[in-house]
């Protein structure tokens, strides 16, 4: 069974950092790209990022380019993403979910963490 | 950029009916890229379709997904309780890379 495990989020100042972990198991990891996918309170689903499953290709939303940094550590199955700089519009809740494949060509979002909250305030 | 467009923003229904949901996209979609997700209260969204009609593994048949071009349809037969919740629809694109759109509300009469 595939489950995916949130965790790092918590309350932030404008401007400061969070790095979020996602600990995946049930399936090869490596062959499989990942995501993070957030959503603001009562708000709809934003793409945030994704990795592919080698790791060597990543991709942003332009919302978050030069901001947020995605990584994977196949050592320890885990998904990884390093936000910077975060504004108050960052606030939401953020899944982890695993692609199709092991390439954003596979796009559909087959299995979802139940997220980690991120809040972003003075 | 392309937009999904979802409507209606919210649908009343009583079990047993039957429930239609609209994806429209501005601009033409290969048909393999759309797929849906049902959320519920608290939860994680579930992928229901992709490839606009292929359902996920154990996803009851109640529920189909179909069109092309700019208009894609989720039809959900027979509602049951379970099925009252949030539906979105999703695209992969160009930048970025996916997108969603903003959700029906699909609730209890």
């Known amino acids: 069974e595939v489950q995916l495990v949130e965790s790092g989020g918590g309350v932030v100042q404008p401007g400061g950092s969070l790095r979020l972990s996602c600990q995946a198991s049930?399936?090869?990891?490596?062959?499989?790209?990942l995501n993070w996918v957030r959503q603001a309170p009562g708000k709809g689903l934003e793409w945030v990022s994704t990795?592919?499953?080698?790791?060597?290709?990543?991709y942003y939303a332009p919302s978050v380019k030069g901001r947020f940094t995605v990584s994977r550590d196949k050592s320890k199955n885990t998904l990884h993403l390093q936000m910077d700089s975060l504004r108050v519009d960052d606030t939401a809740v953020y899944f982890c979910?695993?692609?199709?494949?092991?390439?954003?060509?596979?796009?559909?979002?087959?299995?979802w963490g139940q997220g980690t909250l991120v809040t972003v305030s003075s | 950029e392309i937009v999904l467009t979802q409507s209606p923003g919210t649908l009343s229904l009583s079990p047993g009916d039957g429930a239609t949901l609209s994806c429209r996209a501005s601009?033409?979609?290969?048909?393999?890229?759309l797929a849906w997700y049902q959320q519920k209260p608290g939860q994680a969204p579930r992928l229901l379709v992709h490839?606009?009609?292929i359902r996920a593994t154990g996803v009851p048949d109640r529920f189909t997904g179909s069109g092309s071009g700019t208009h894609f349809t989720l039809t959900i037969s027979r509602l049951e309780a379970q099925d009252f919740a949030v539906y979105f629809c999703?695209?992969?694109?160009?930048?970025?890379?996916?997108?969603f759109g903003q959700g029906t509300k699909l609730e209890i009469k």
């Open positions: 979910a695993k692609g199709g494949g092991p390439t954003v060509n596979f796009y559909w979002l087959d299995s």
């Open positions: 049930g399936f090869t990891f490596s062959s499989y790209a």
């Open positions: 990795i592919s499953g080698a790791g060597g290709k990543s």
């Open positions: 601009q033409n979609l290969t048909s393999r890229l």
């Open positions: 490839g606009a009609s």
């Open positions: 999703q695209q992969f694109g160009d930048s970025p890379l996916y997108t």
